[in-house]
């Protein structure tokens, strides 16, 4: 009744009340005492009226007066409350390209977390070498970012709803810019792709953080692959900063700790070469998971194929040796390998 009807909000809670005075106690008691008087005279004198009639209405005037003249005094009425204050917690999910990648899911250790996040097998079921080849059968291909949201909406885990429960919670995906998610509208992150030209992990999870500021924040999740492209900040860089603010960063890494990958990792060629000369090109290789795969490296001049060759991978890093003979006179070219 007291929060209906001095406008308390469900979280707040009264503590106490404090009555203040606001006239003068000489005043008050001058008062009283003629109220007192005023009642007796009117009442006794009315001898038609019984002596406990006479000593009723009596009372009664003067509870009534009395209760005029503090309104009158007592005007103010102070009510201490508490309440608690929700605090608000970010849940970042990175949408850059490199979440789109289908991850070749290999060992039974790998196979039985996707099948249980995707739900396809219960959280308390095994899967070992007896049982992988039928739990990697009911798998389906699944990006990076299509398991981070699964394992979002997940009816076991319930990870939004338990955190709603106690906090307000802002979804946001991230590559190169920030983008506000909107949570009630059906599954988080149902209409969000990935498809960011880059990654900025650390500068983005600073922006988020600044974005509520002036809020208490109780943490930061983070779903990322964490291959981060661009960016002057690290990861952990801001995680620290953060750290010292008591803001706690939580990291849920998504796709395999070493998938399968090959890349060009550096080119060595001459800075100036003659027309017509045969220049030579060393390219360094590194790839991981792909050992004995036999790939095709493709030499492409100003954006035209001008030599090609086949290359057996090697685990870790291998050189391989390429030529091409310039036919322009003067001017700059653009390998591309």
């Not at 008691?29 to 009442?43: Q, T």
Request: charged share 25%; proline share 4%; with cysteine.
């Amino acid at each position: 009744m007291w929060k209906t009807l001095l406008g308390l909000k469900e979280n707040q809670e009264i503590v106490g009340f404090d009555l203040r005075f606001s006239g003068s106690w000489i005043v008050a008691g001058a008062l009283v005492l003629a109220i007192l008087a005023l009642a007796v005279y009117l009442y006794r004198s009315e001898s038609k009226i019984s002596g406990a009639r006479r000593w009723i209405m009596g009372t009664c005037q003067a509870l009534t007066l009395l209760l005029l003249m503090a309104i009158l005094f007592f005007t103010v009425t102070a009510a201490e409350t508490t309440y608690t204050e929700r605090q608000t917690v970010l849940v970042l999910l990175d949408s850059s390209a490199s979440m789109a990648i289908e991850d070749e899911w290999a060992t039974p250790q790998d196979i039985g977390e996707v099948a249980k996040v995707t739900g396809k097998v219960p959280f308390d079921e095994k899967v070992d070498d007896t049982n992988v080849d039928a739990v990697r059968r009911k798998l389906s291909p699944s990006s990076r970012f299509d398991l981070a949201r699964v394992a979002l909406s997940h009816p076991q885990i319930k990870l939004l709803d338990r955190l709603n429960k106690h906090f307000n919670v802002r979804l946001m995906t991230f590559d190169r810019r920030i983008t506000p998610e909107n949570s009630n509208e059906g599954k988080p992150f149902s209409k969000s792709k990935a498809a960011g030209e880059s990654s900025r992990i650390g500068e983005m999870l600073e922006d988020a953080v600044a974005r509520y500021r002036g809020q208490r924040i109780a943490g930061v999740v983070v779903l990322s692959d964490f291959a981060q492209t661009e960016g002057n900040k690290t990861p952990g860089q801001v995680a620290r900063s953060l750290r010292q603010q008591s803001i706690p960063v939580y990291t849920v890494p998504i796709g395999l700790p070493k998938p399968k990958d090959v890349r060009v990792r550096s080119v060595i060629a001459p800075e100036v070469a003659f027309k017509g000369d045969h220049v030579p090109i060393r390219v360094q290789i590194e790839s991981a998971g792909l050992e004995g795969r036999v790939v095709d490296l493709t030499l492409k001049v100003n954006g035209e194929q001008k030599n090609s060759q086949k290359i057996t991978l090697k685990e870790g890093v291998q050189f391989a040796e390429m030529k091409f003979t310039p036919t322009q006179g003067s001017g700059k070219v653009k390998l591309e390998l």
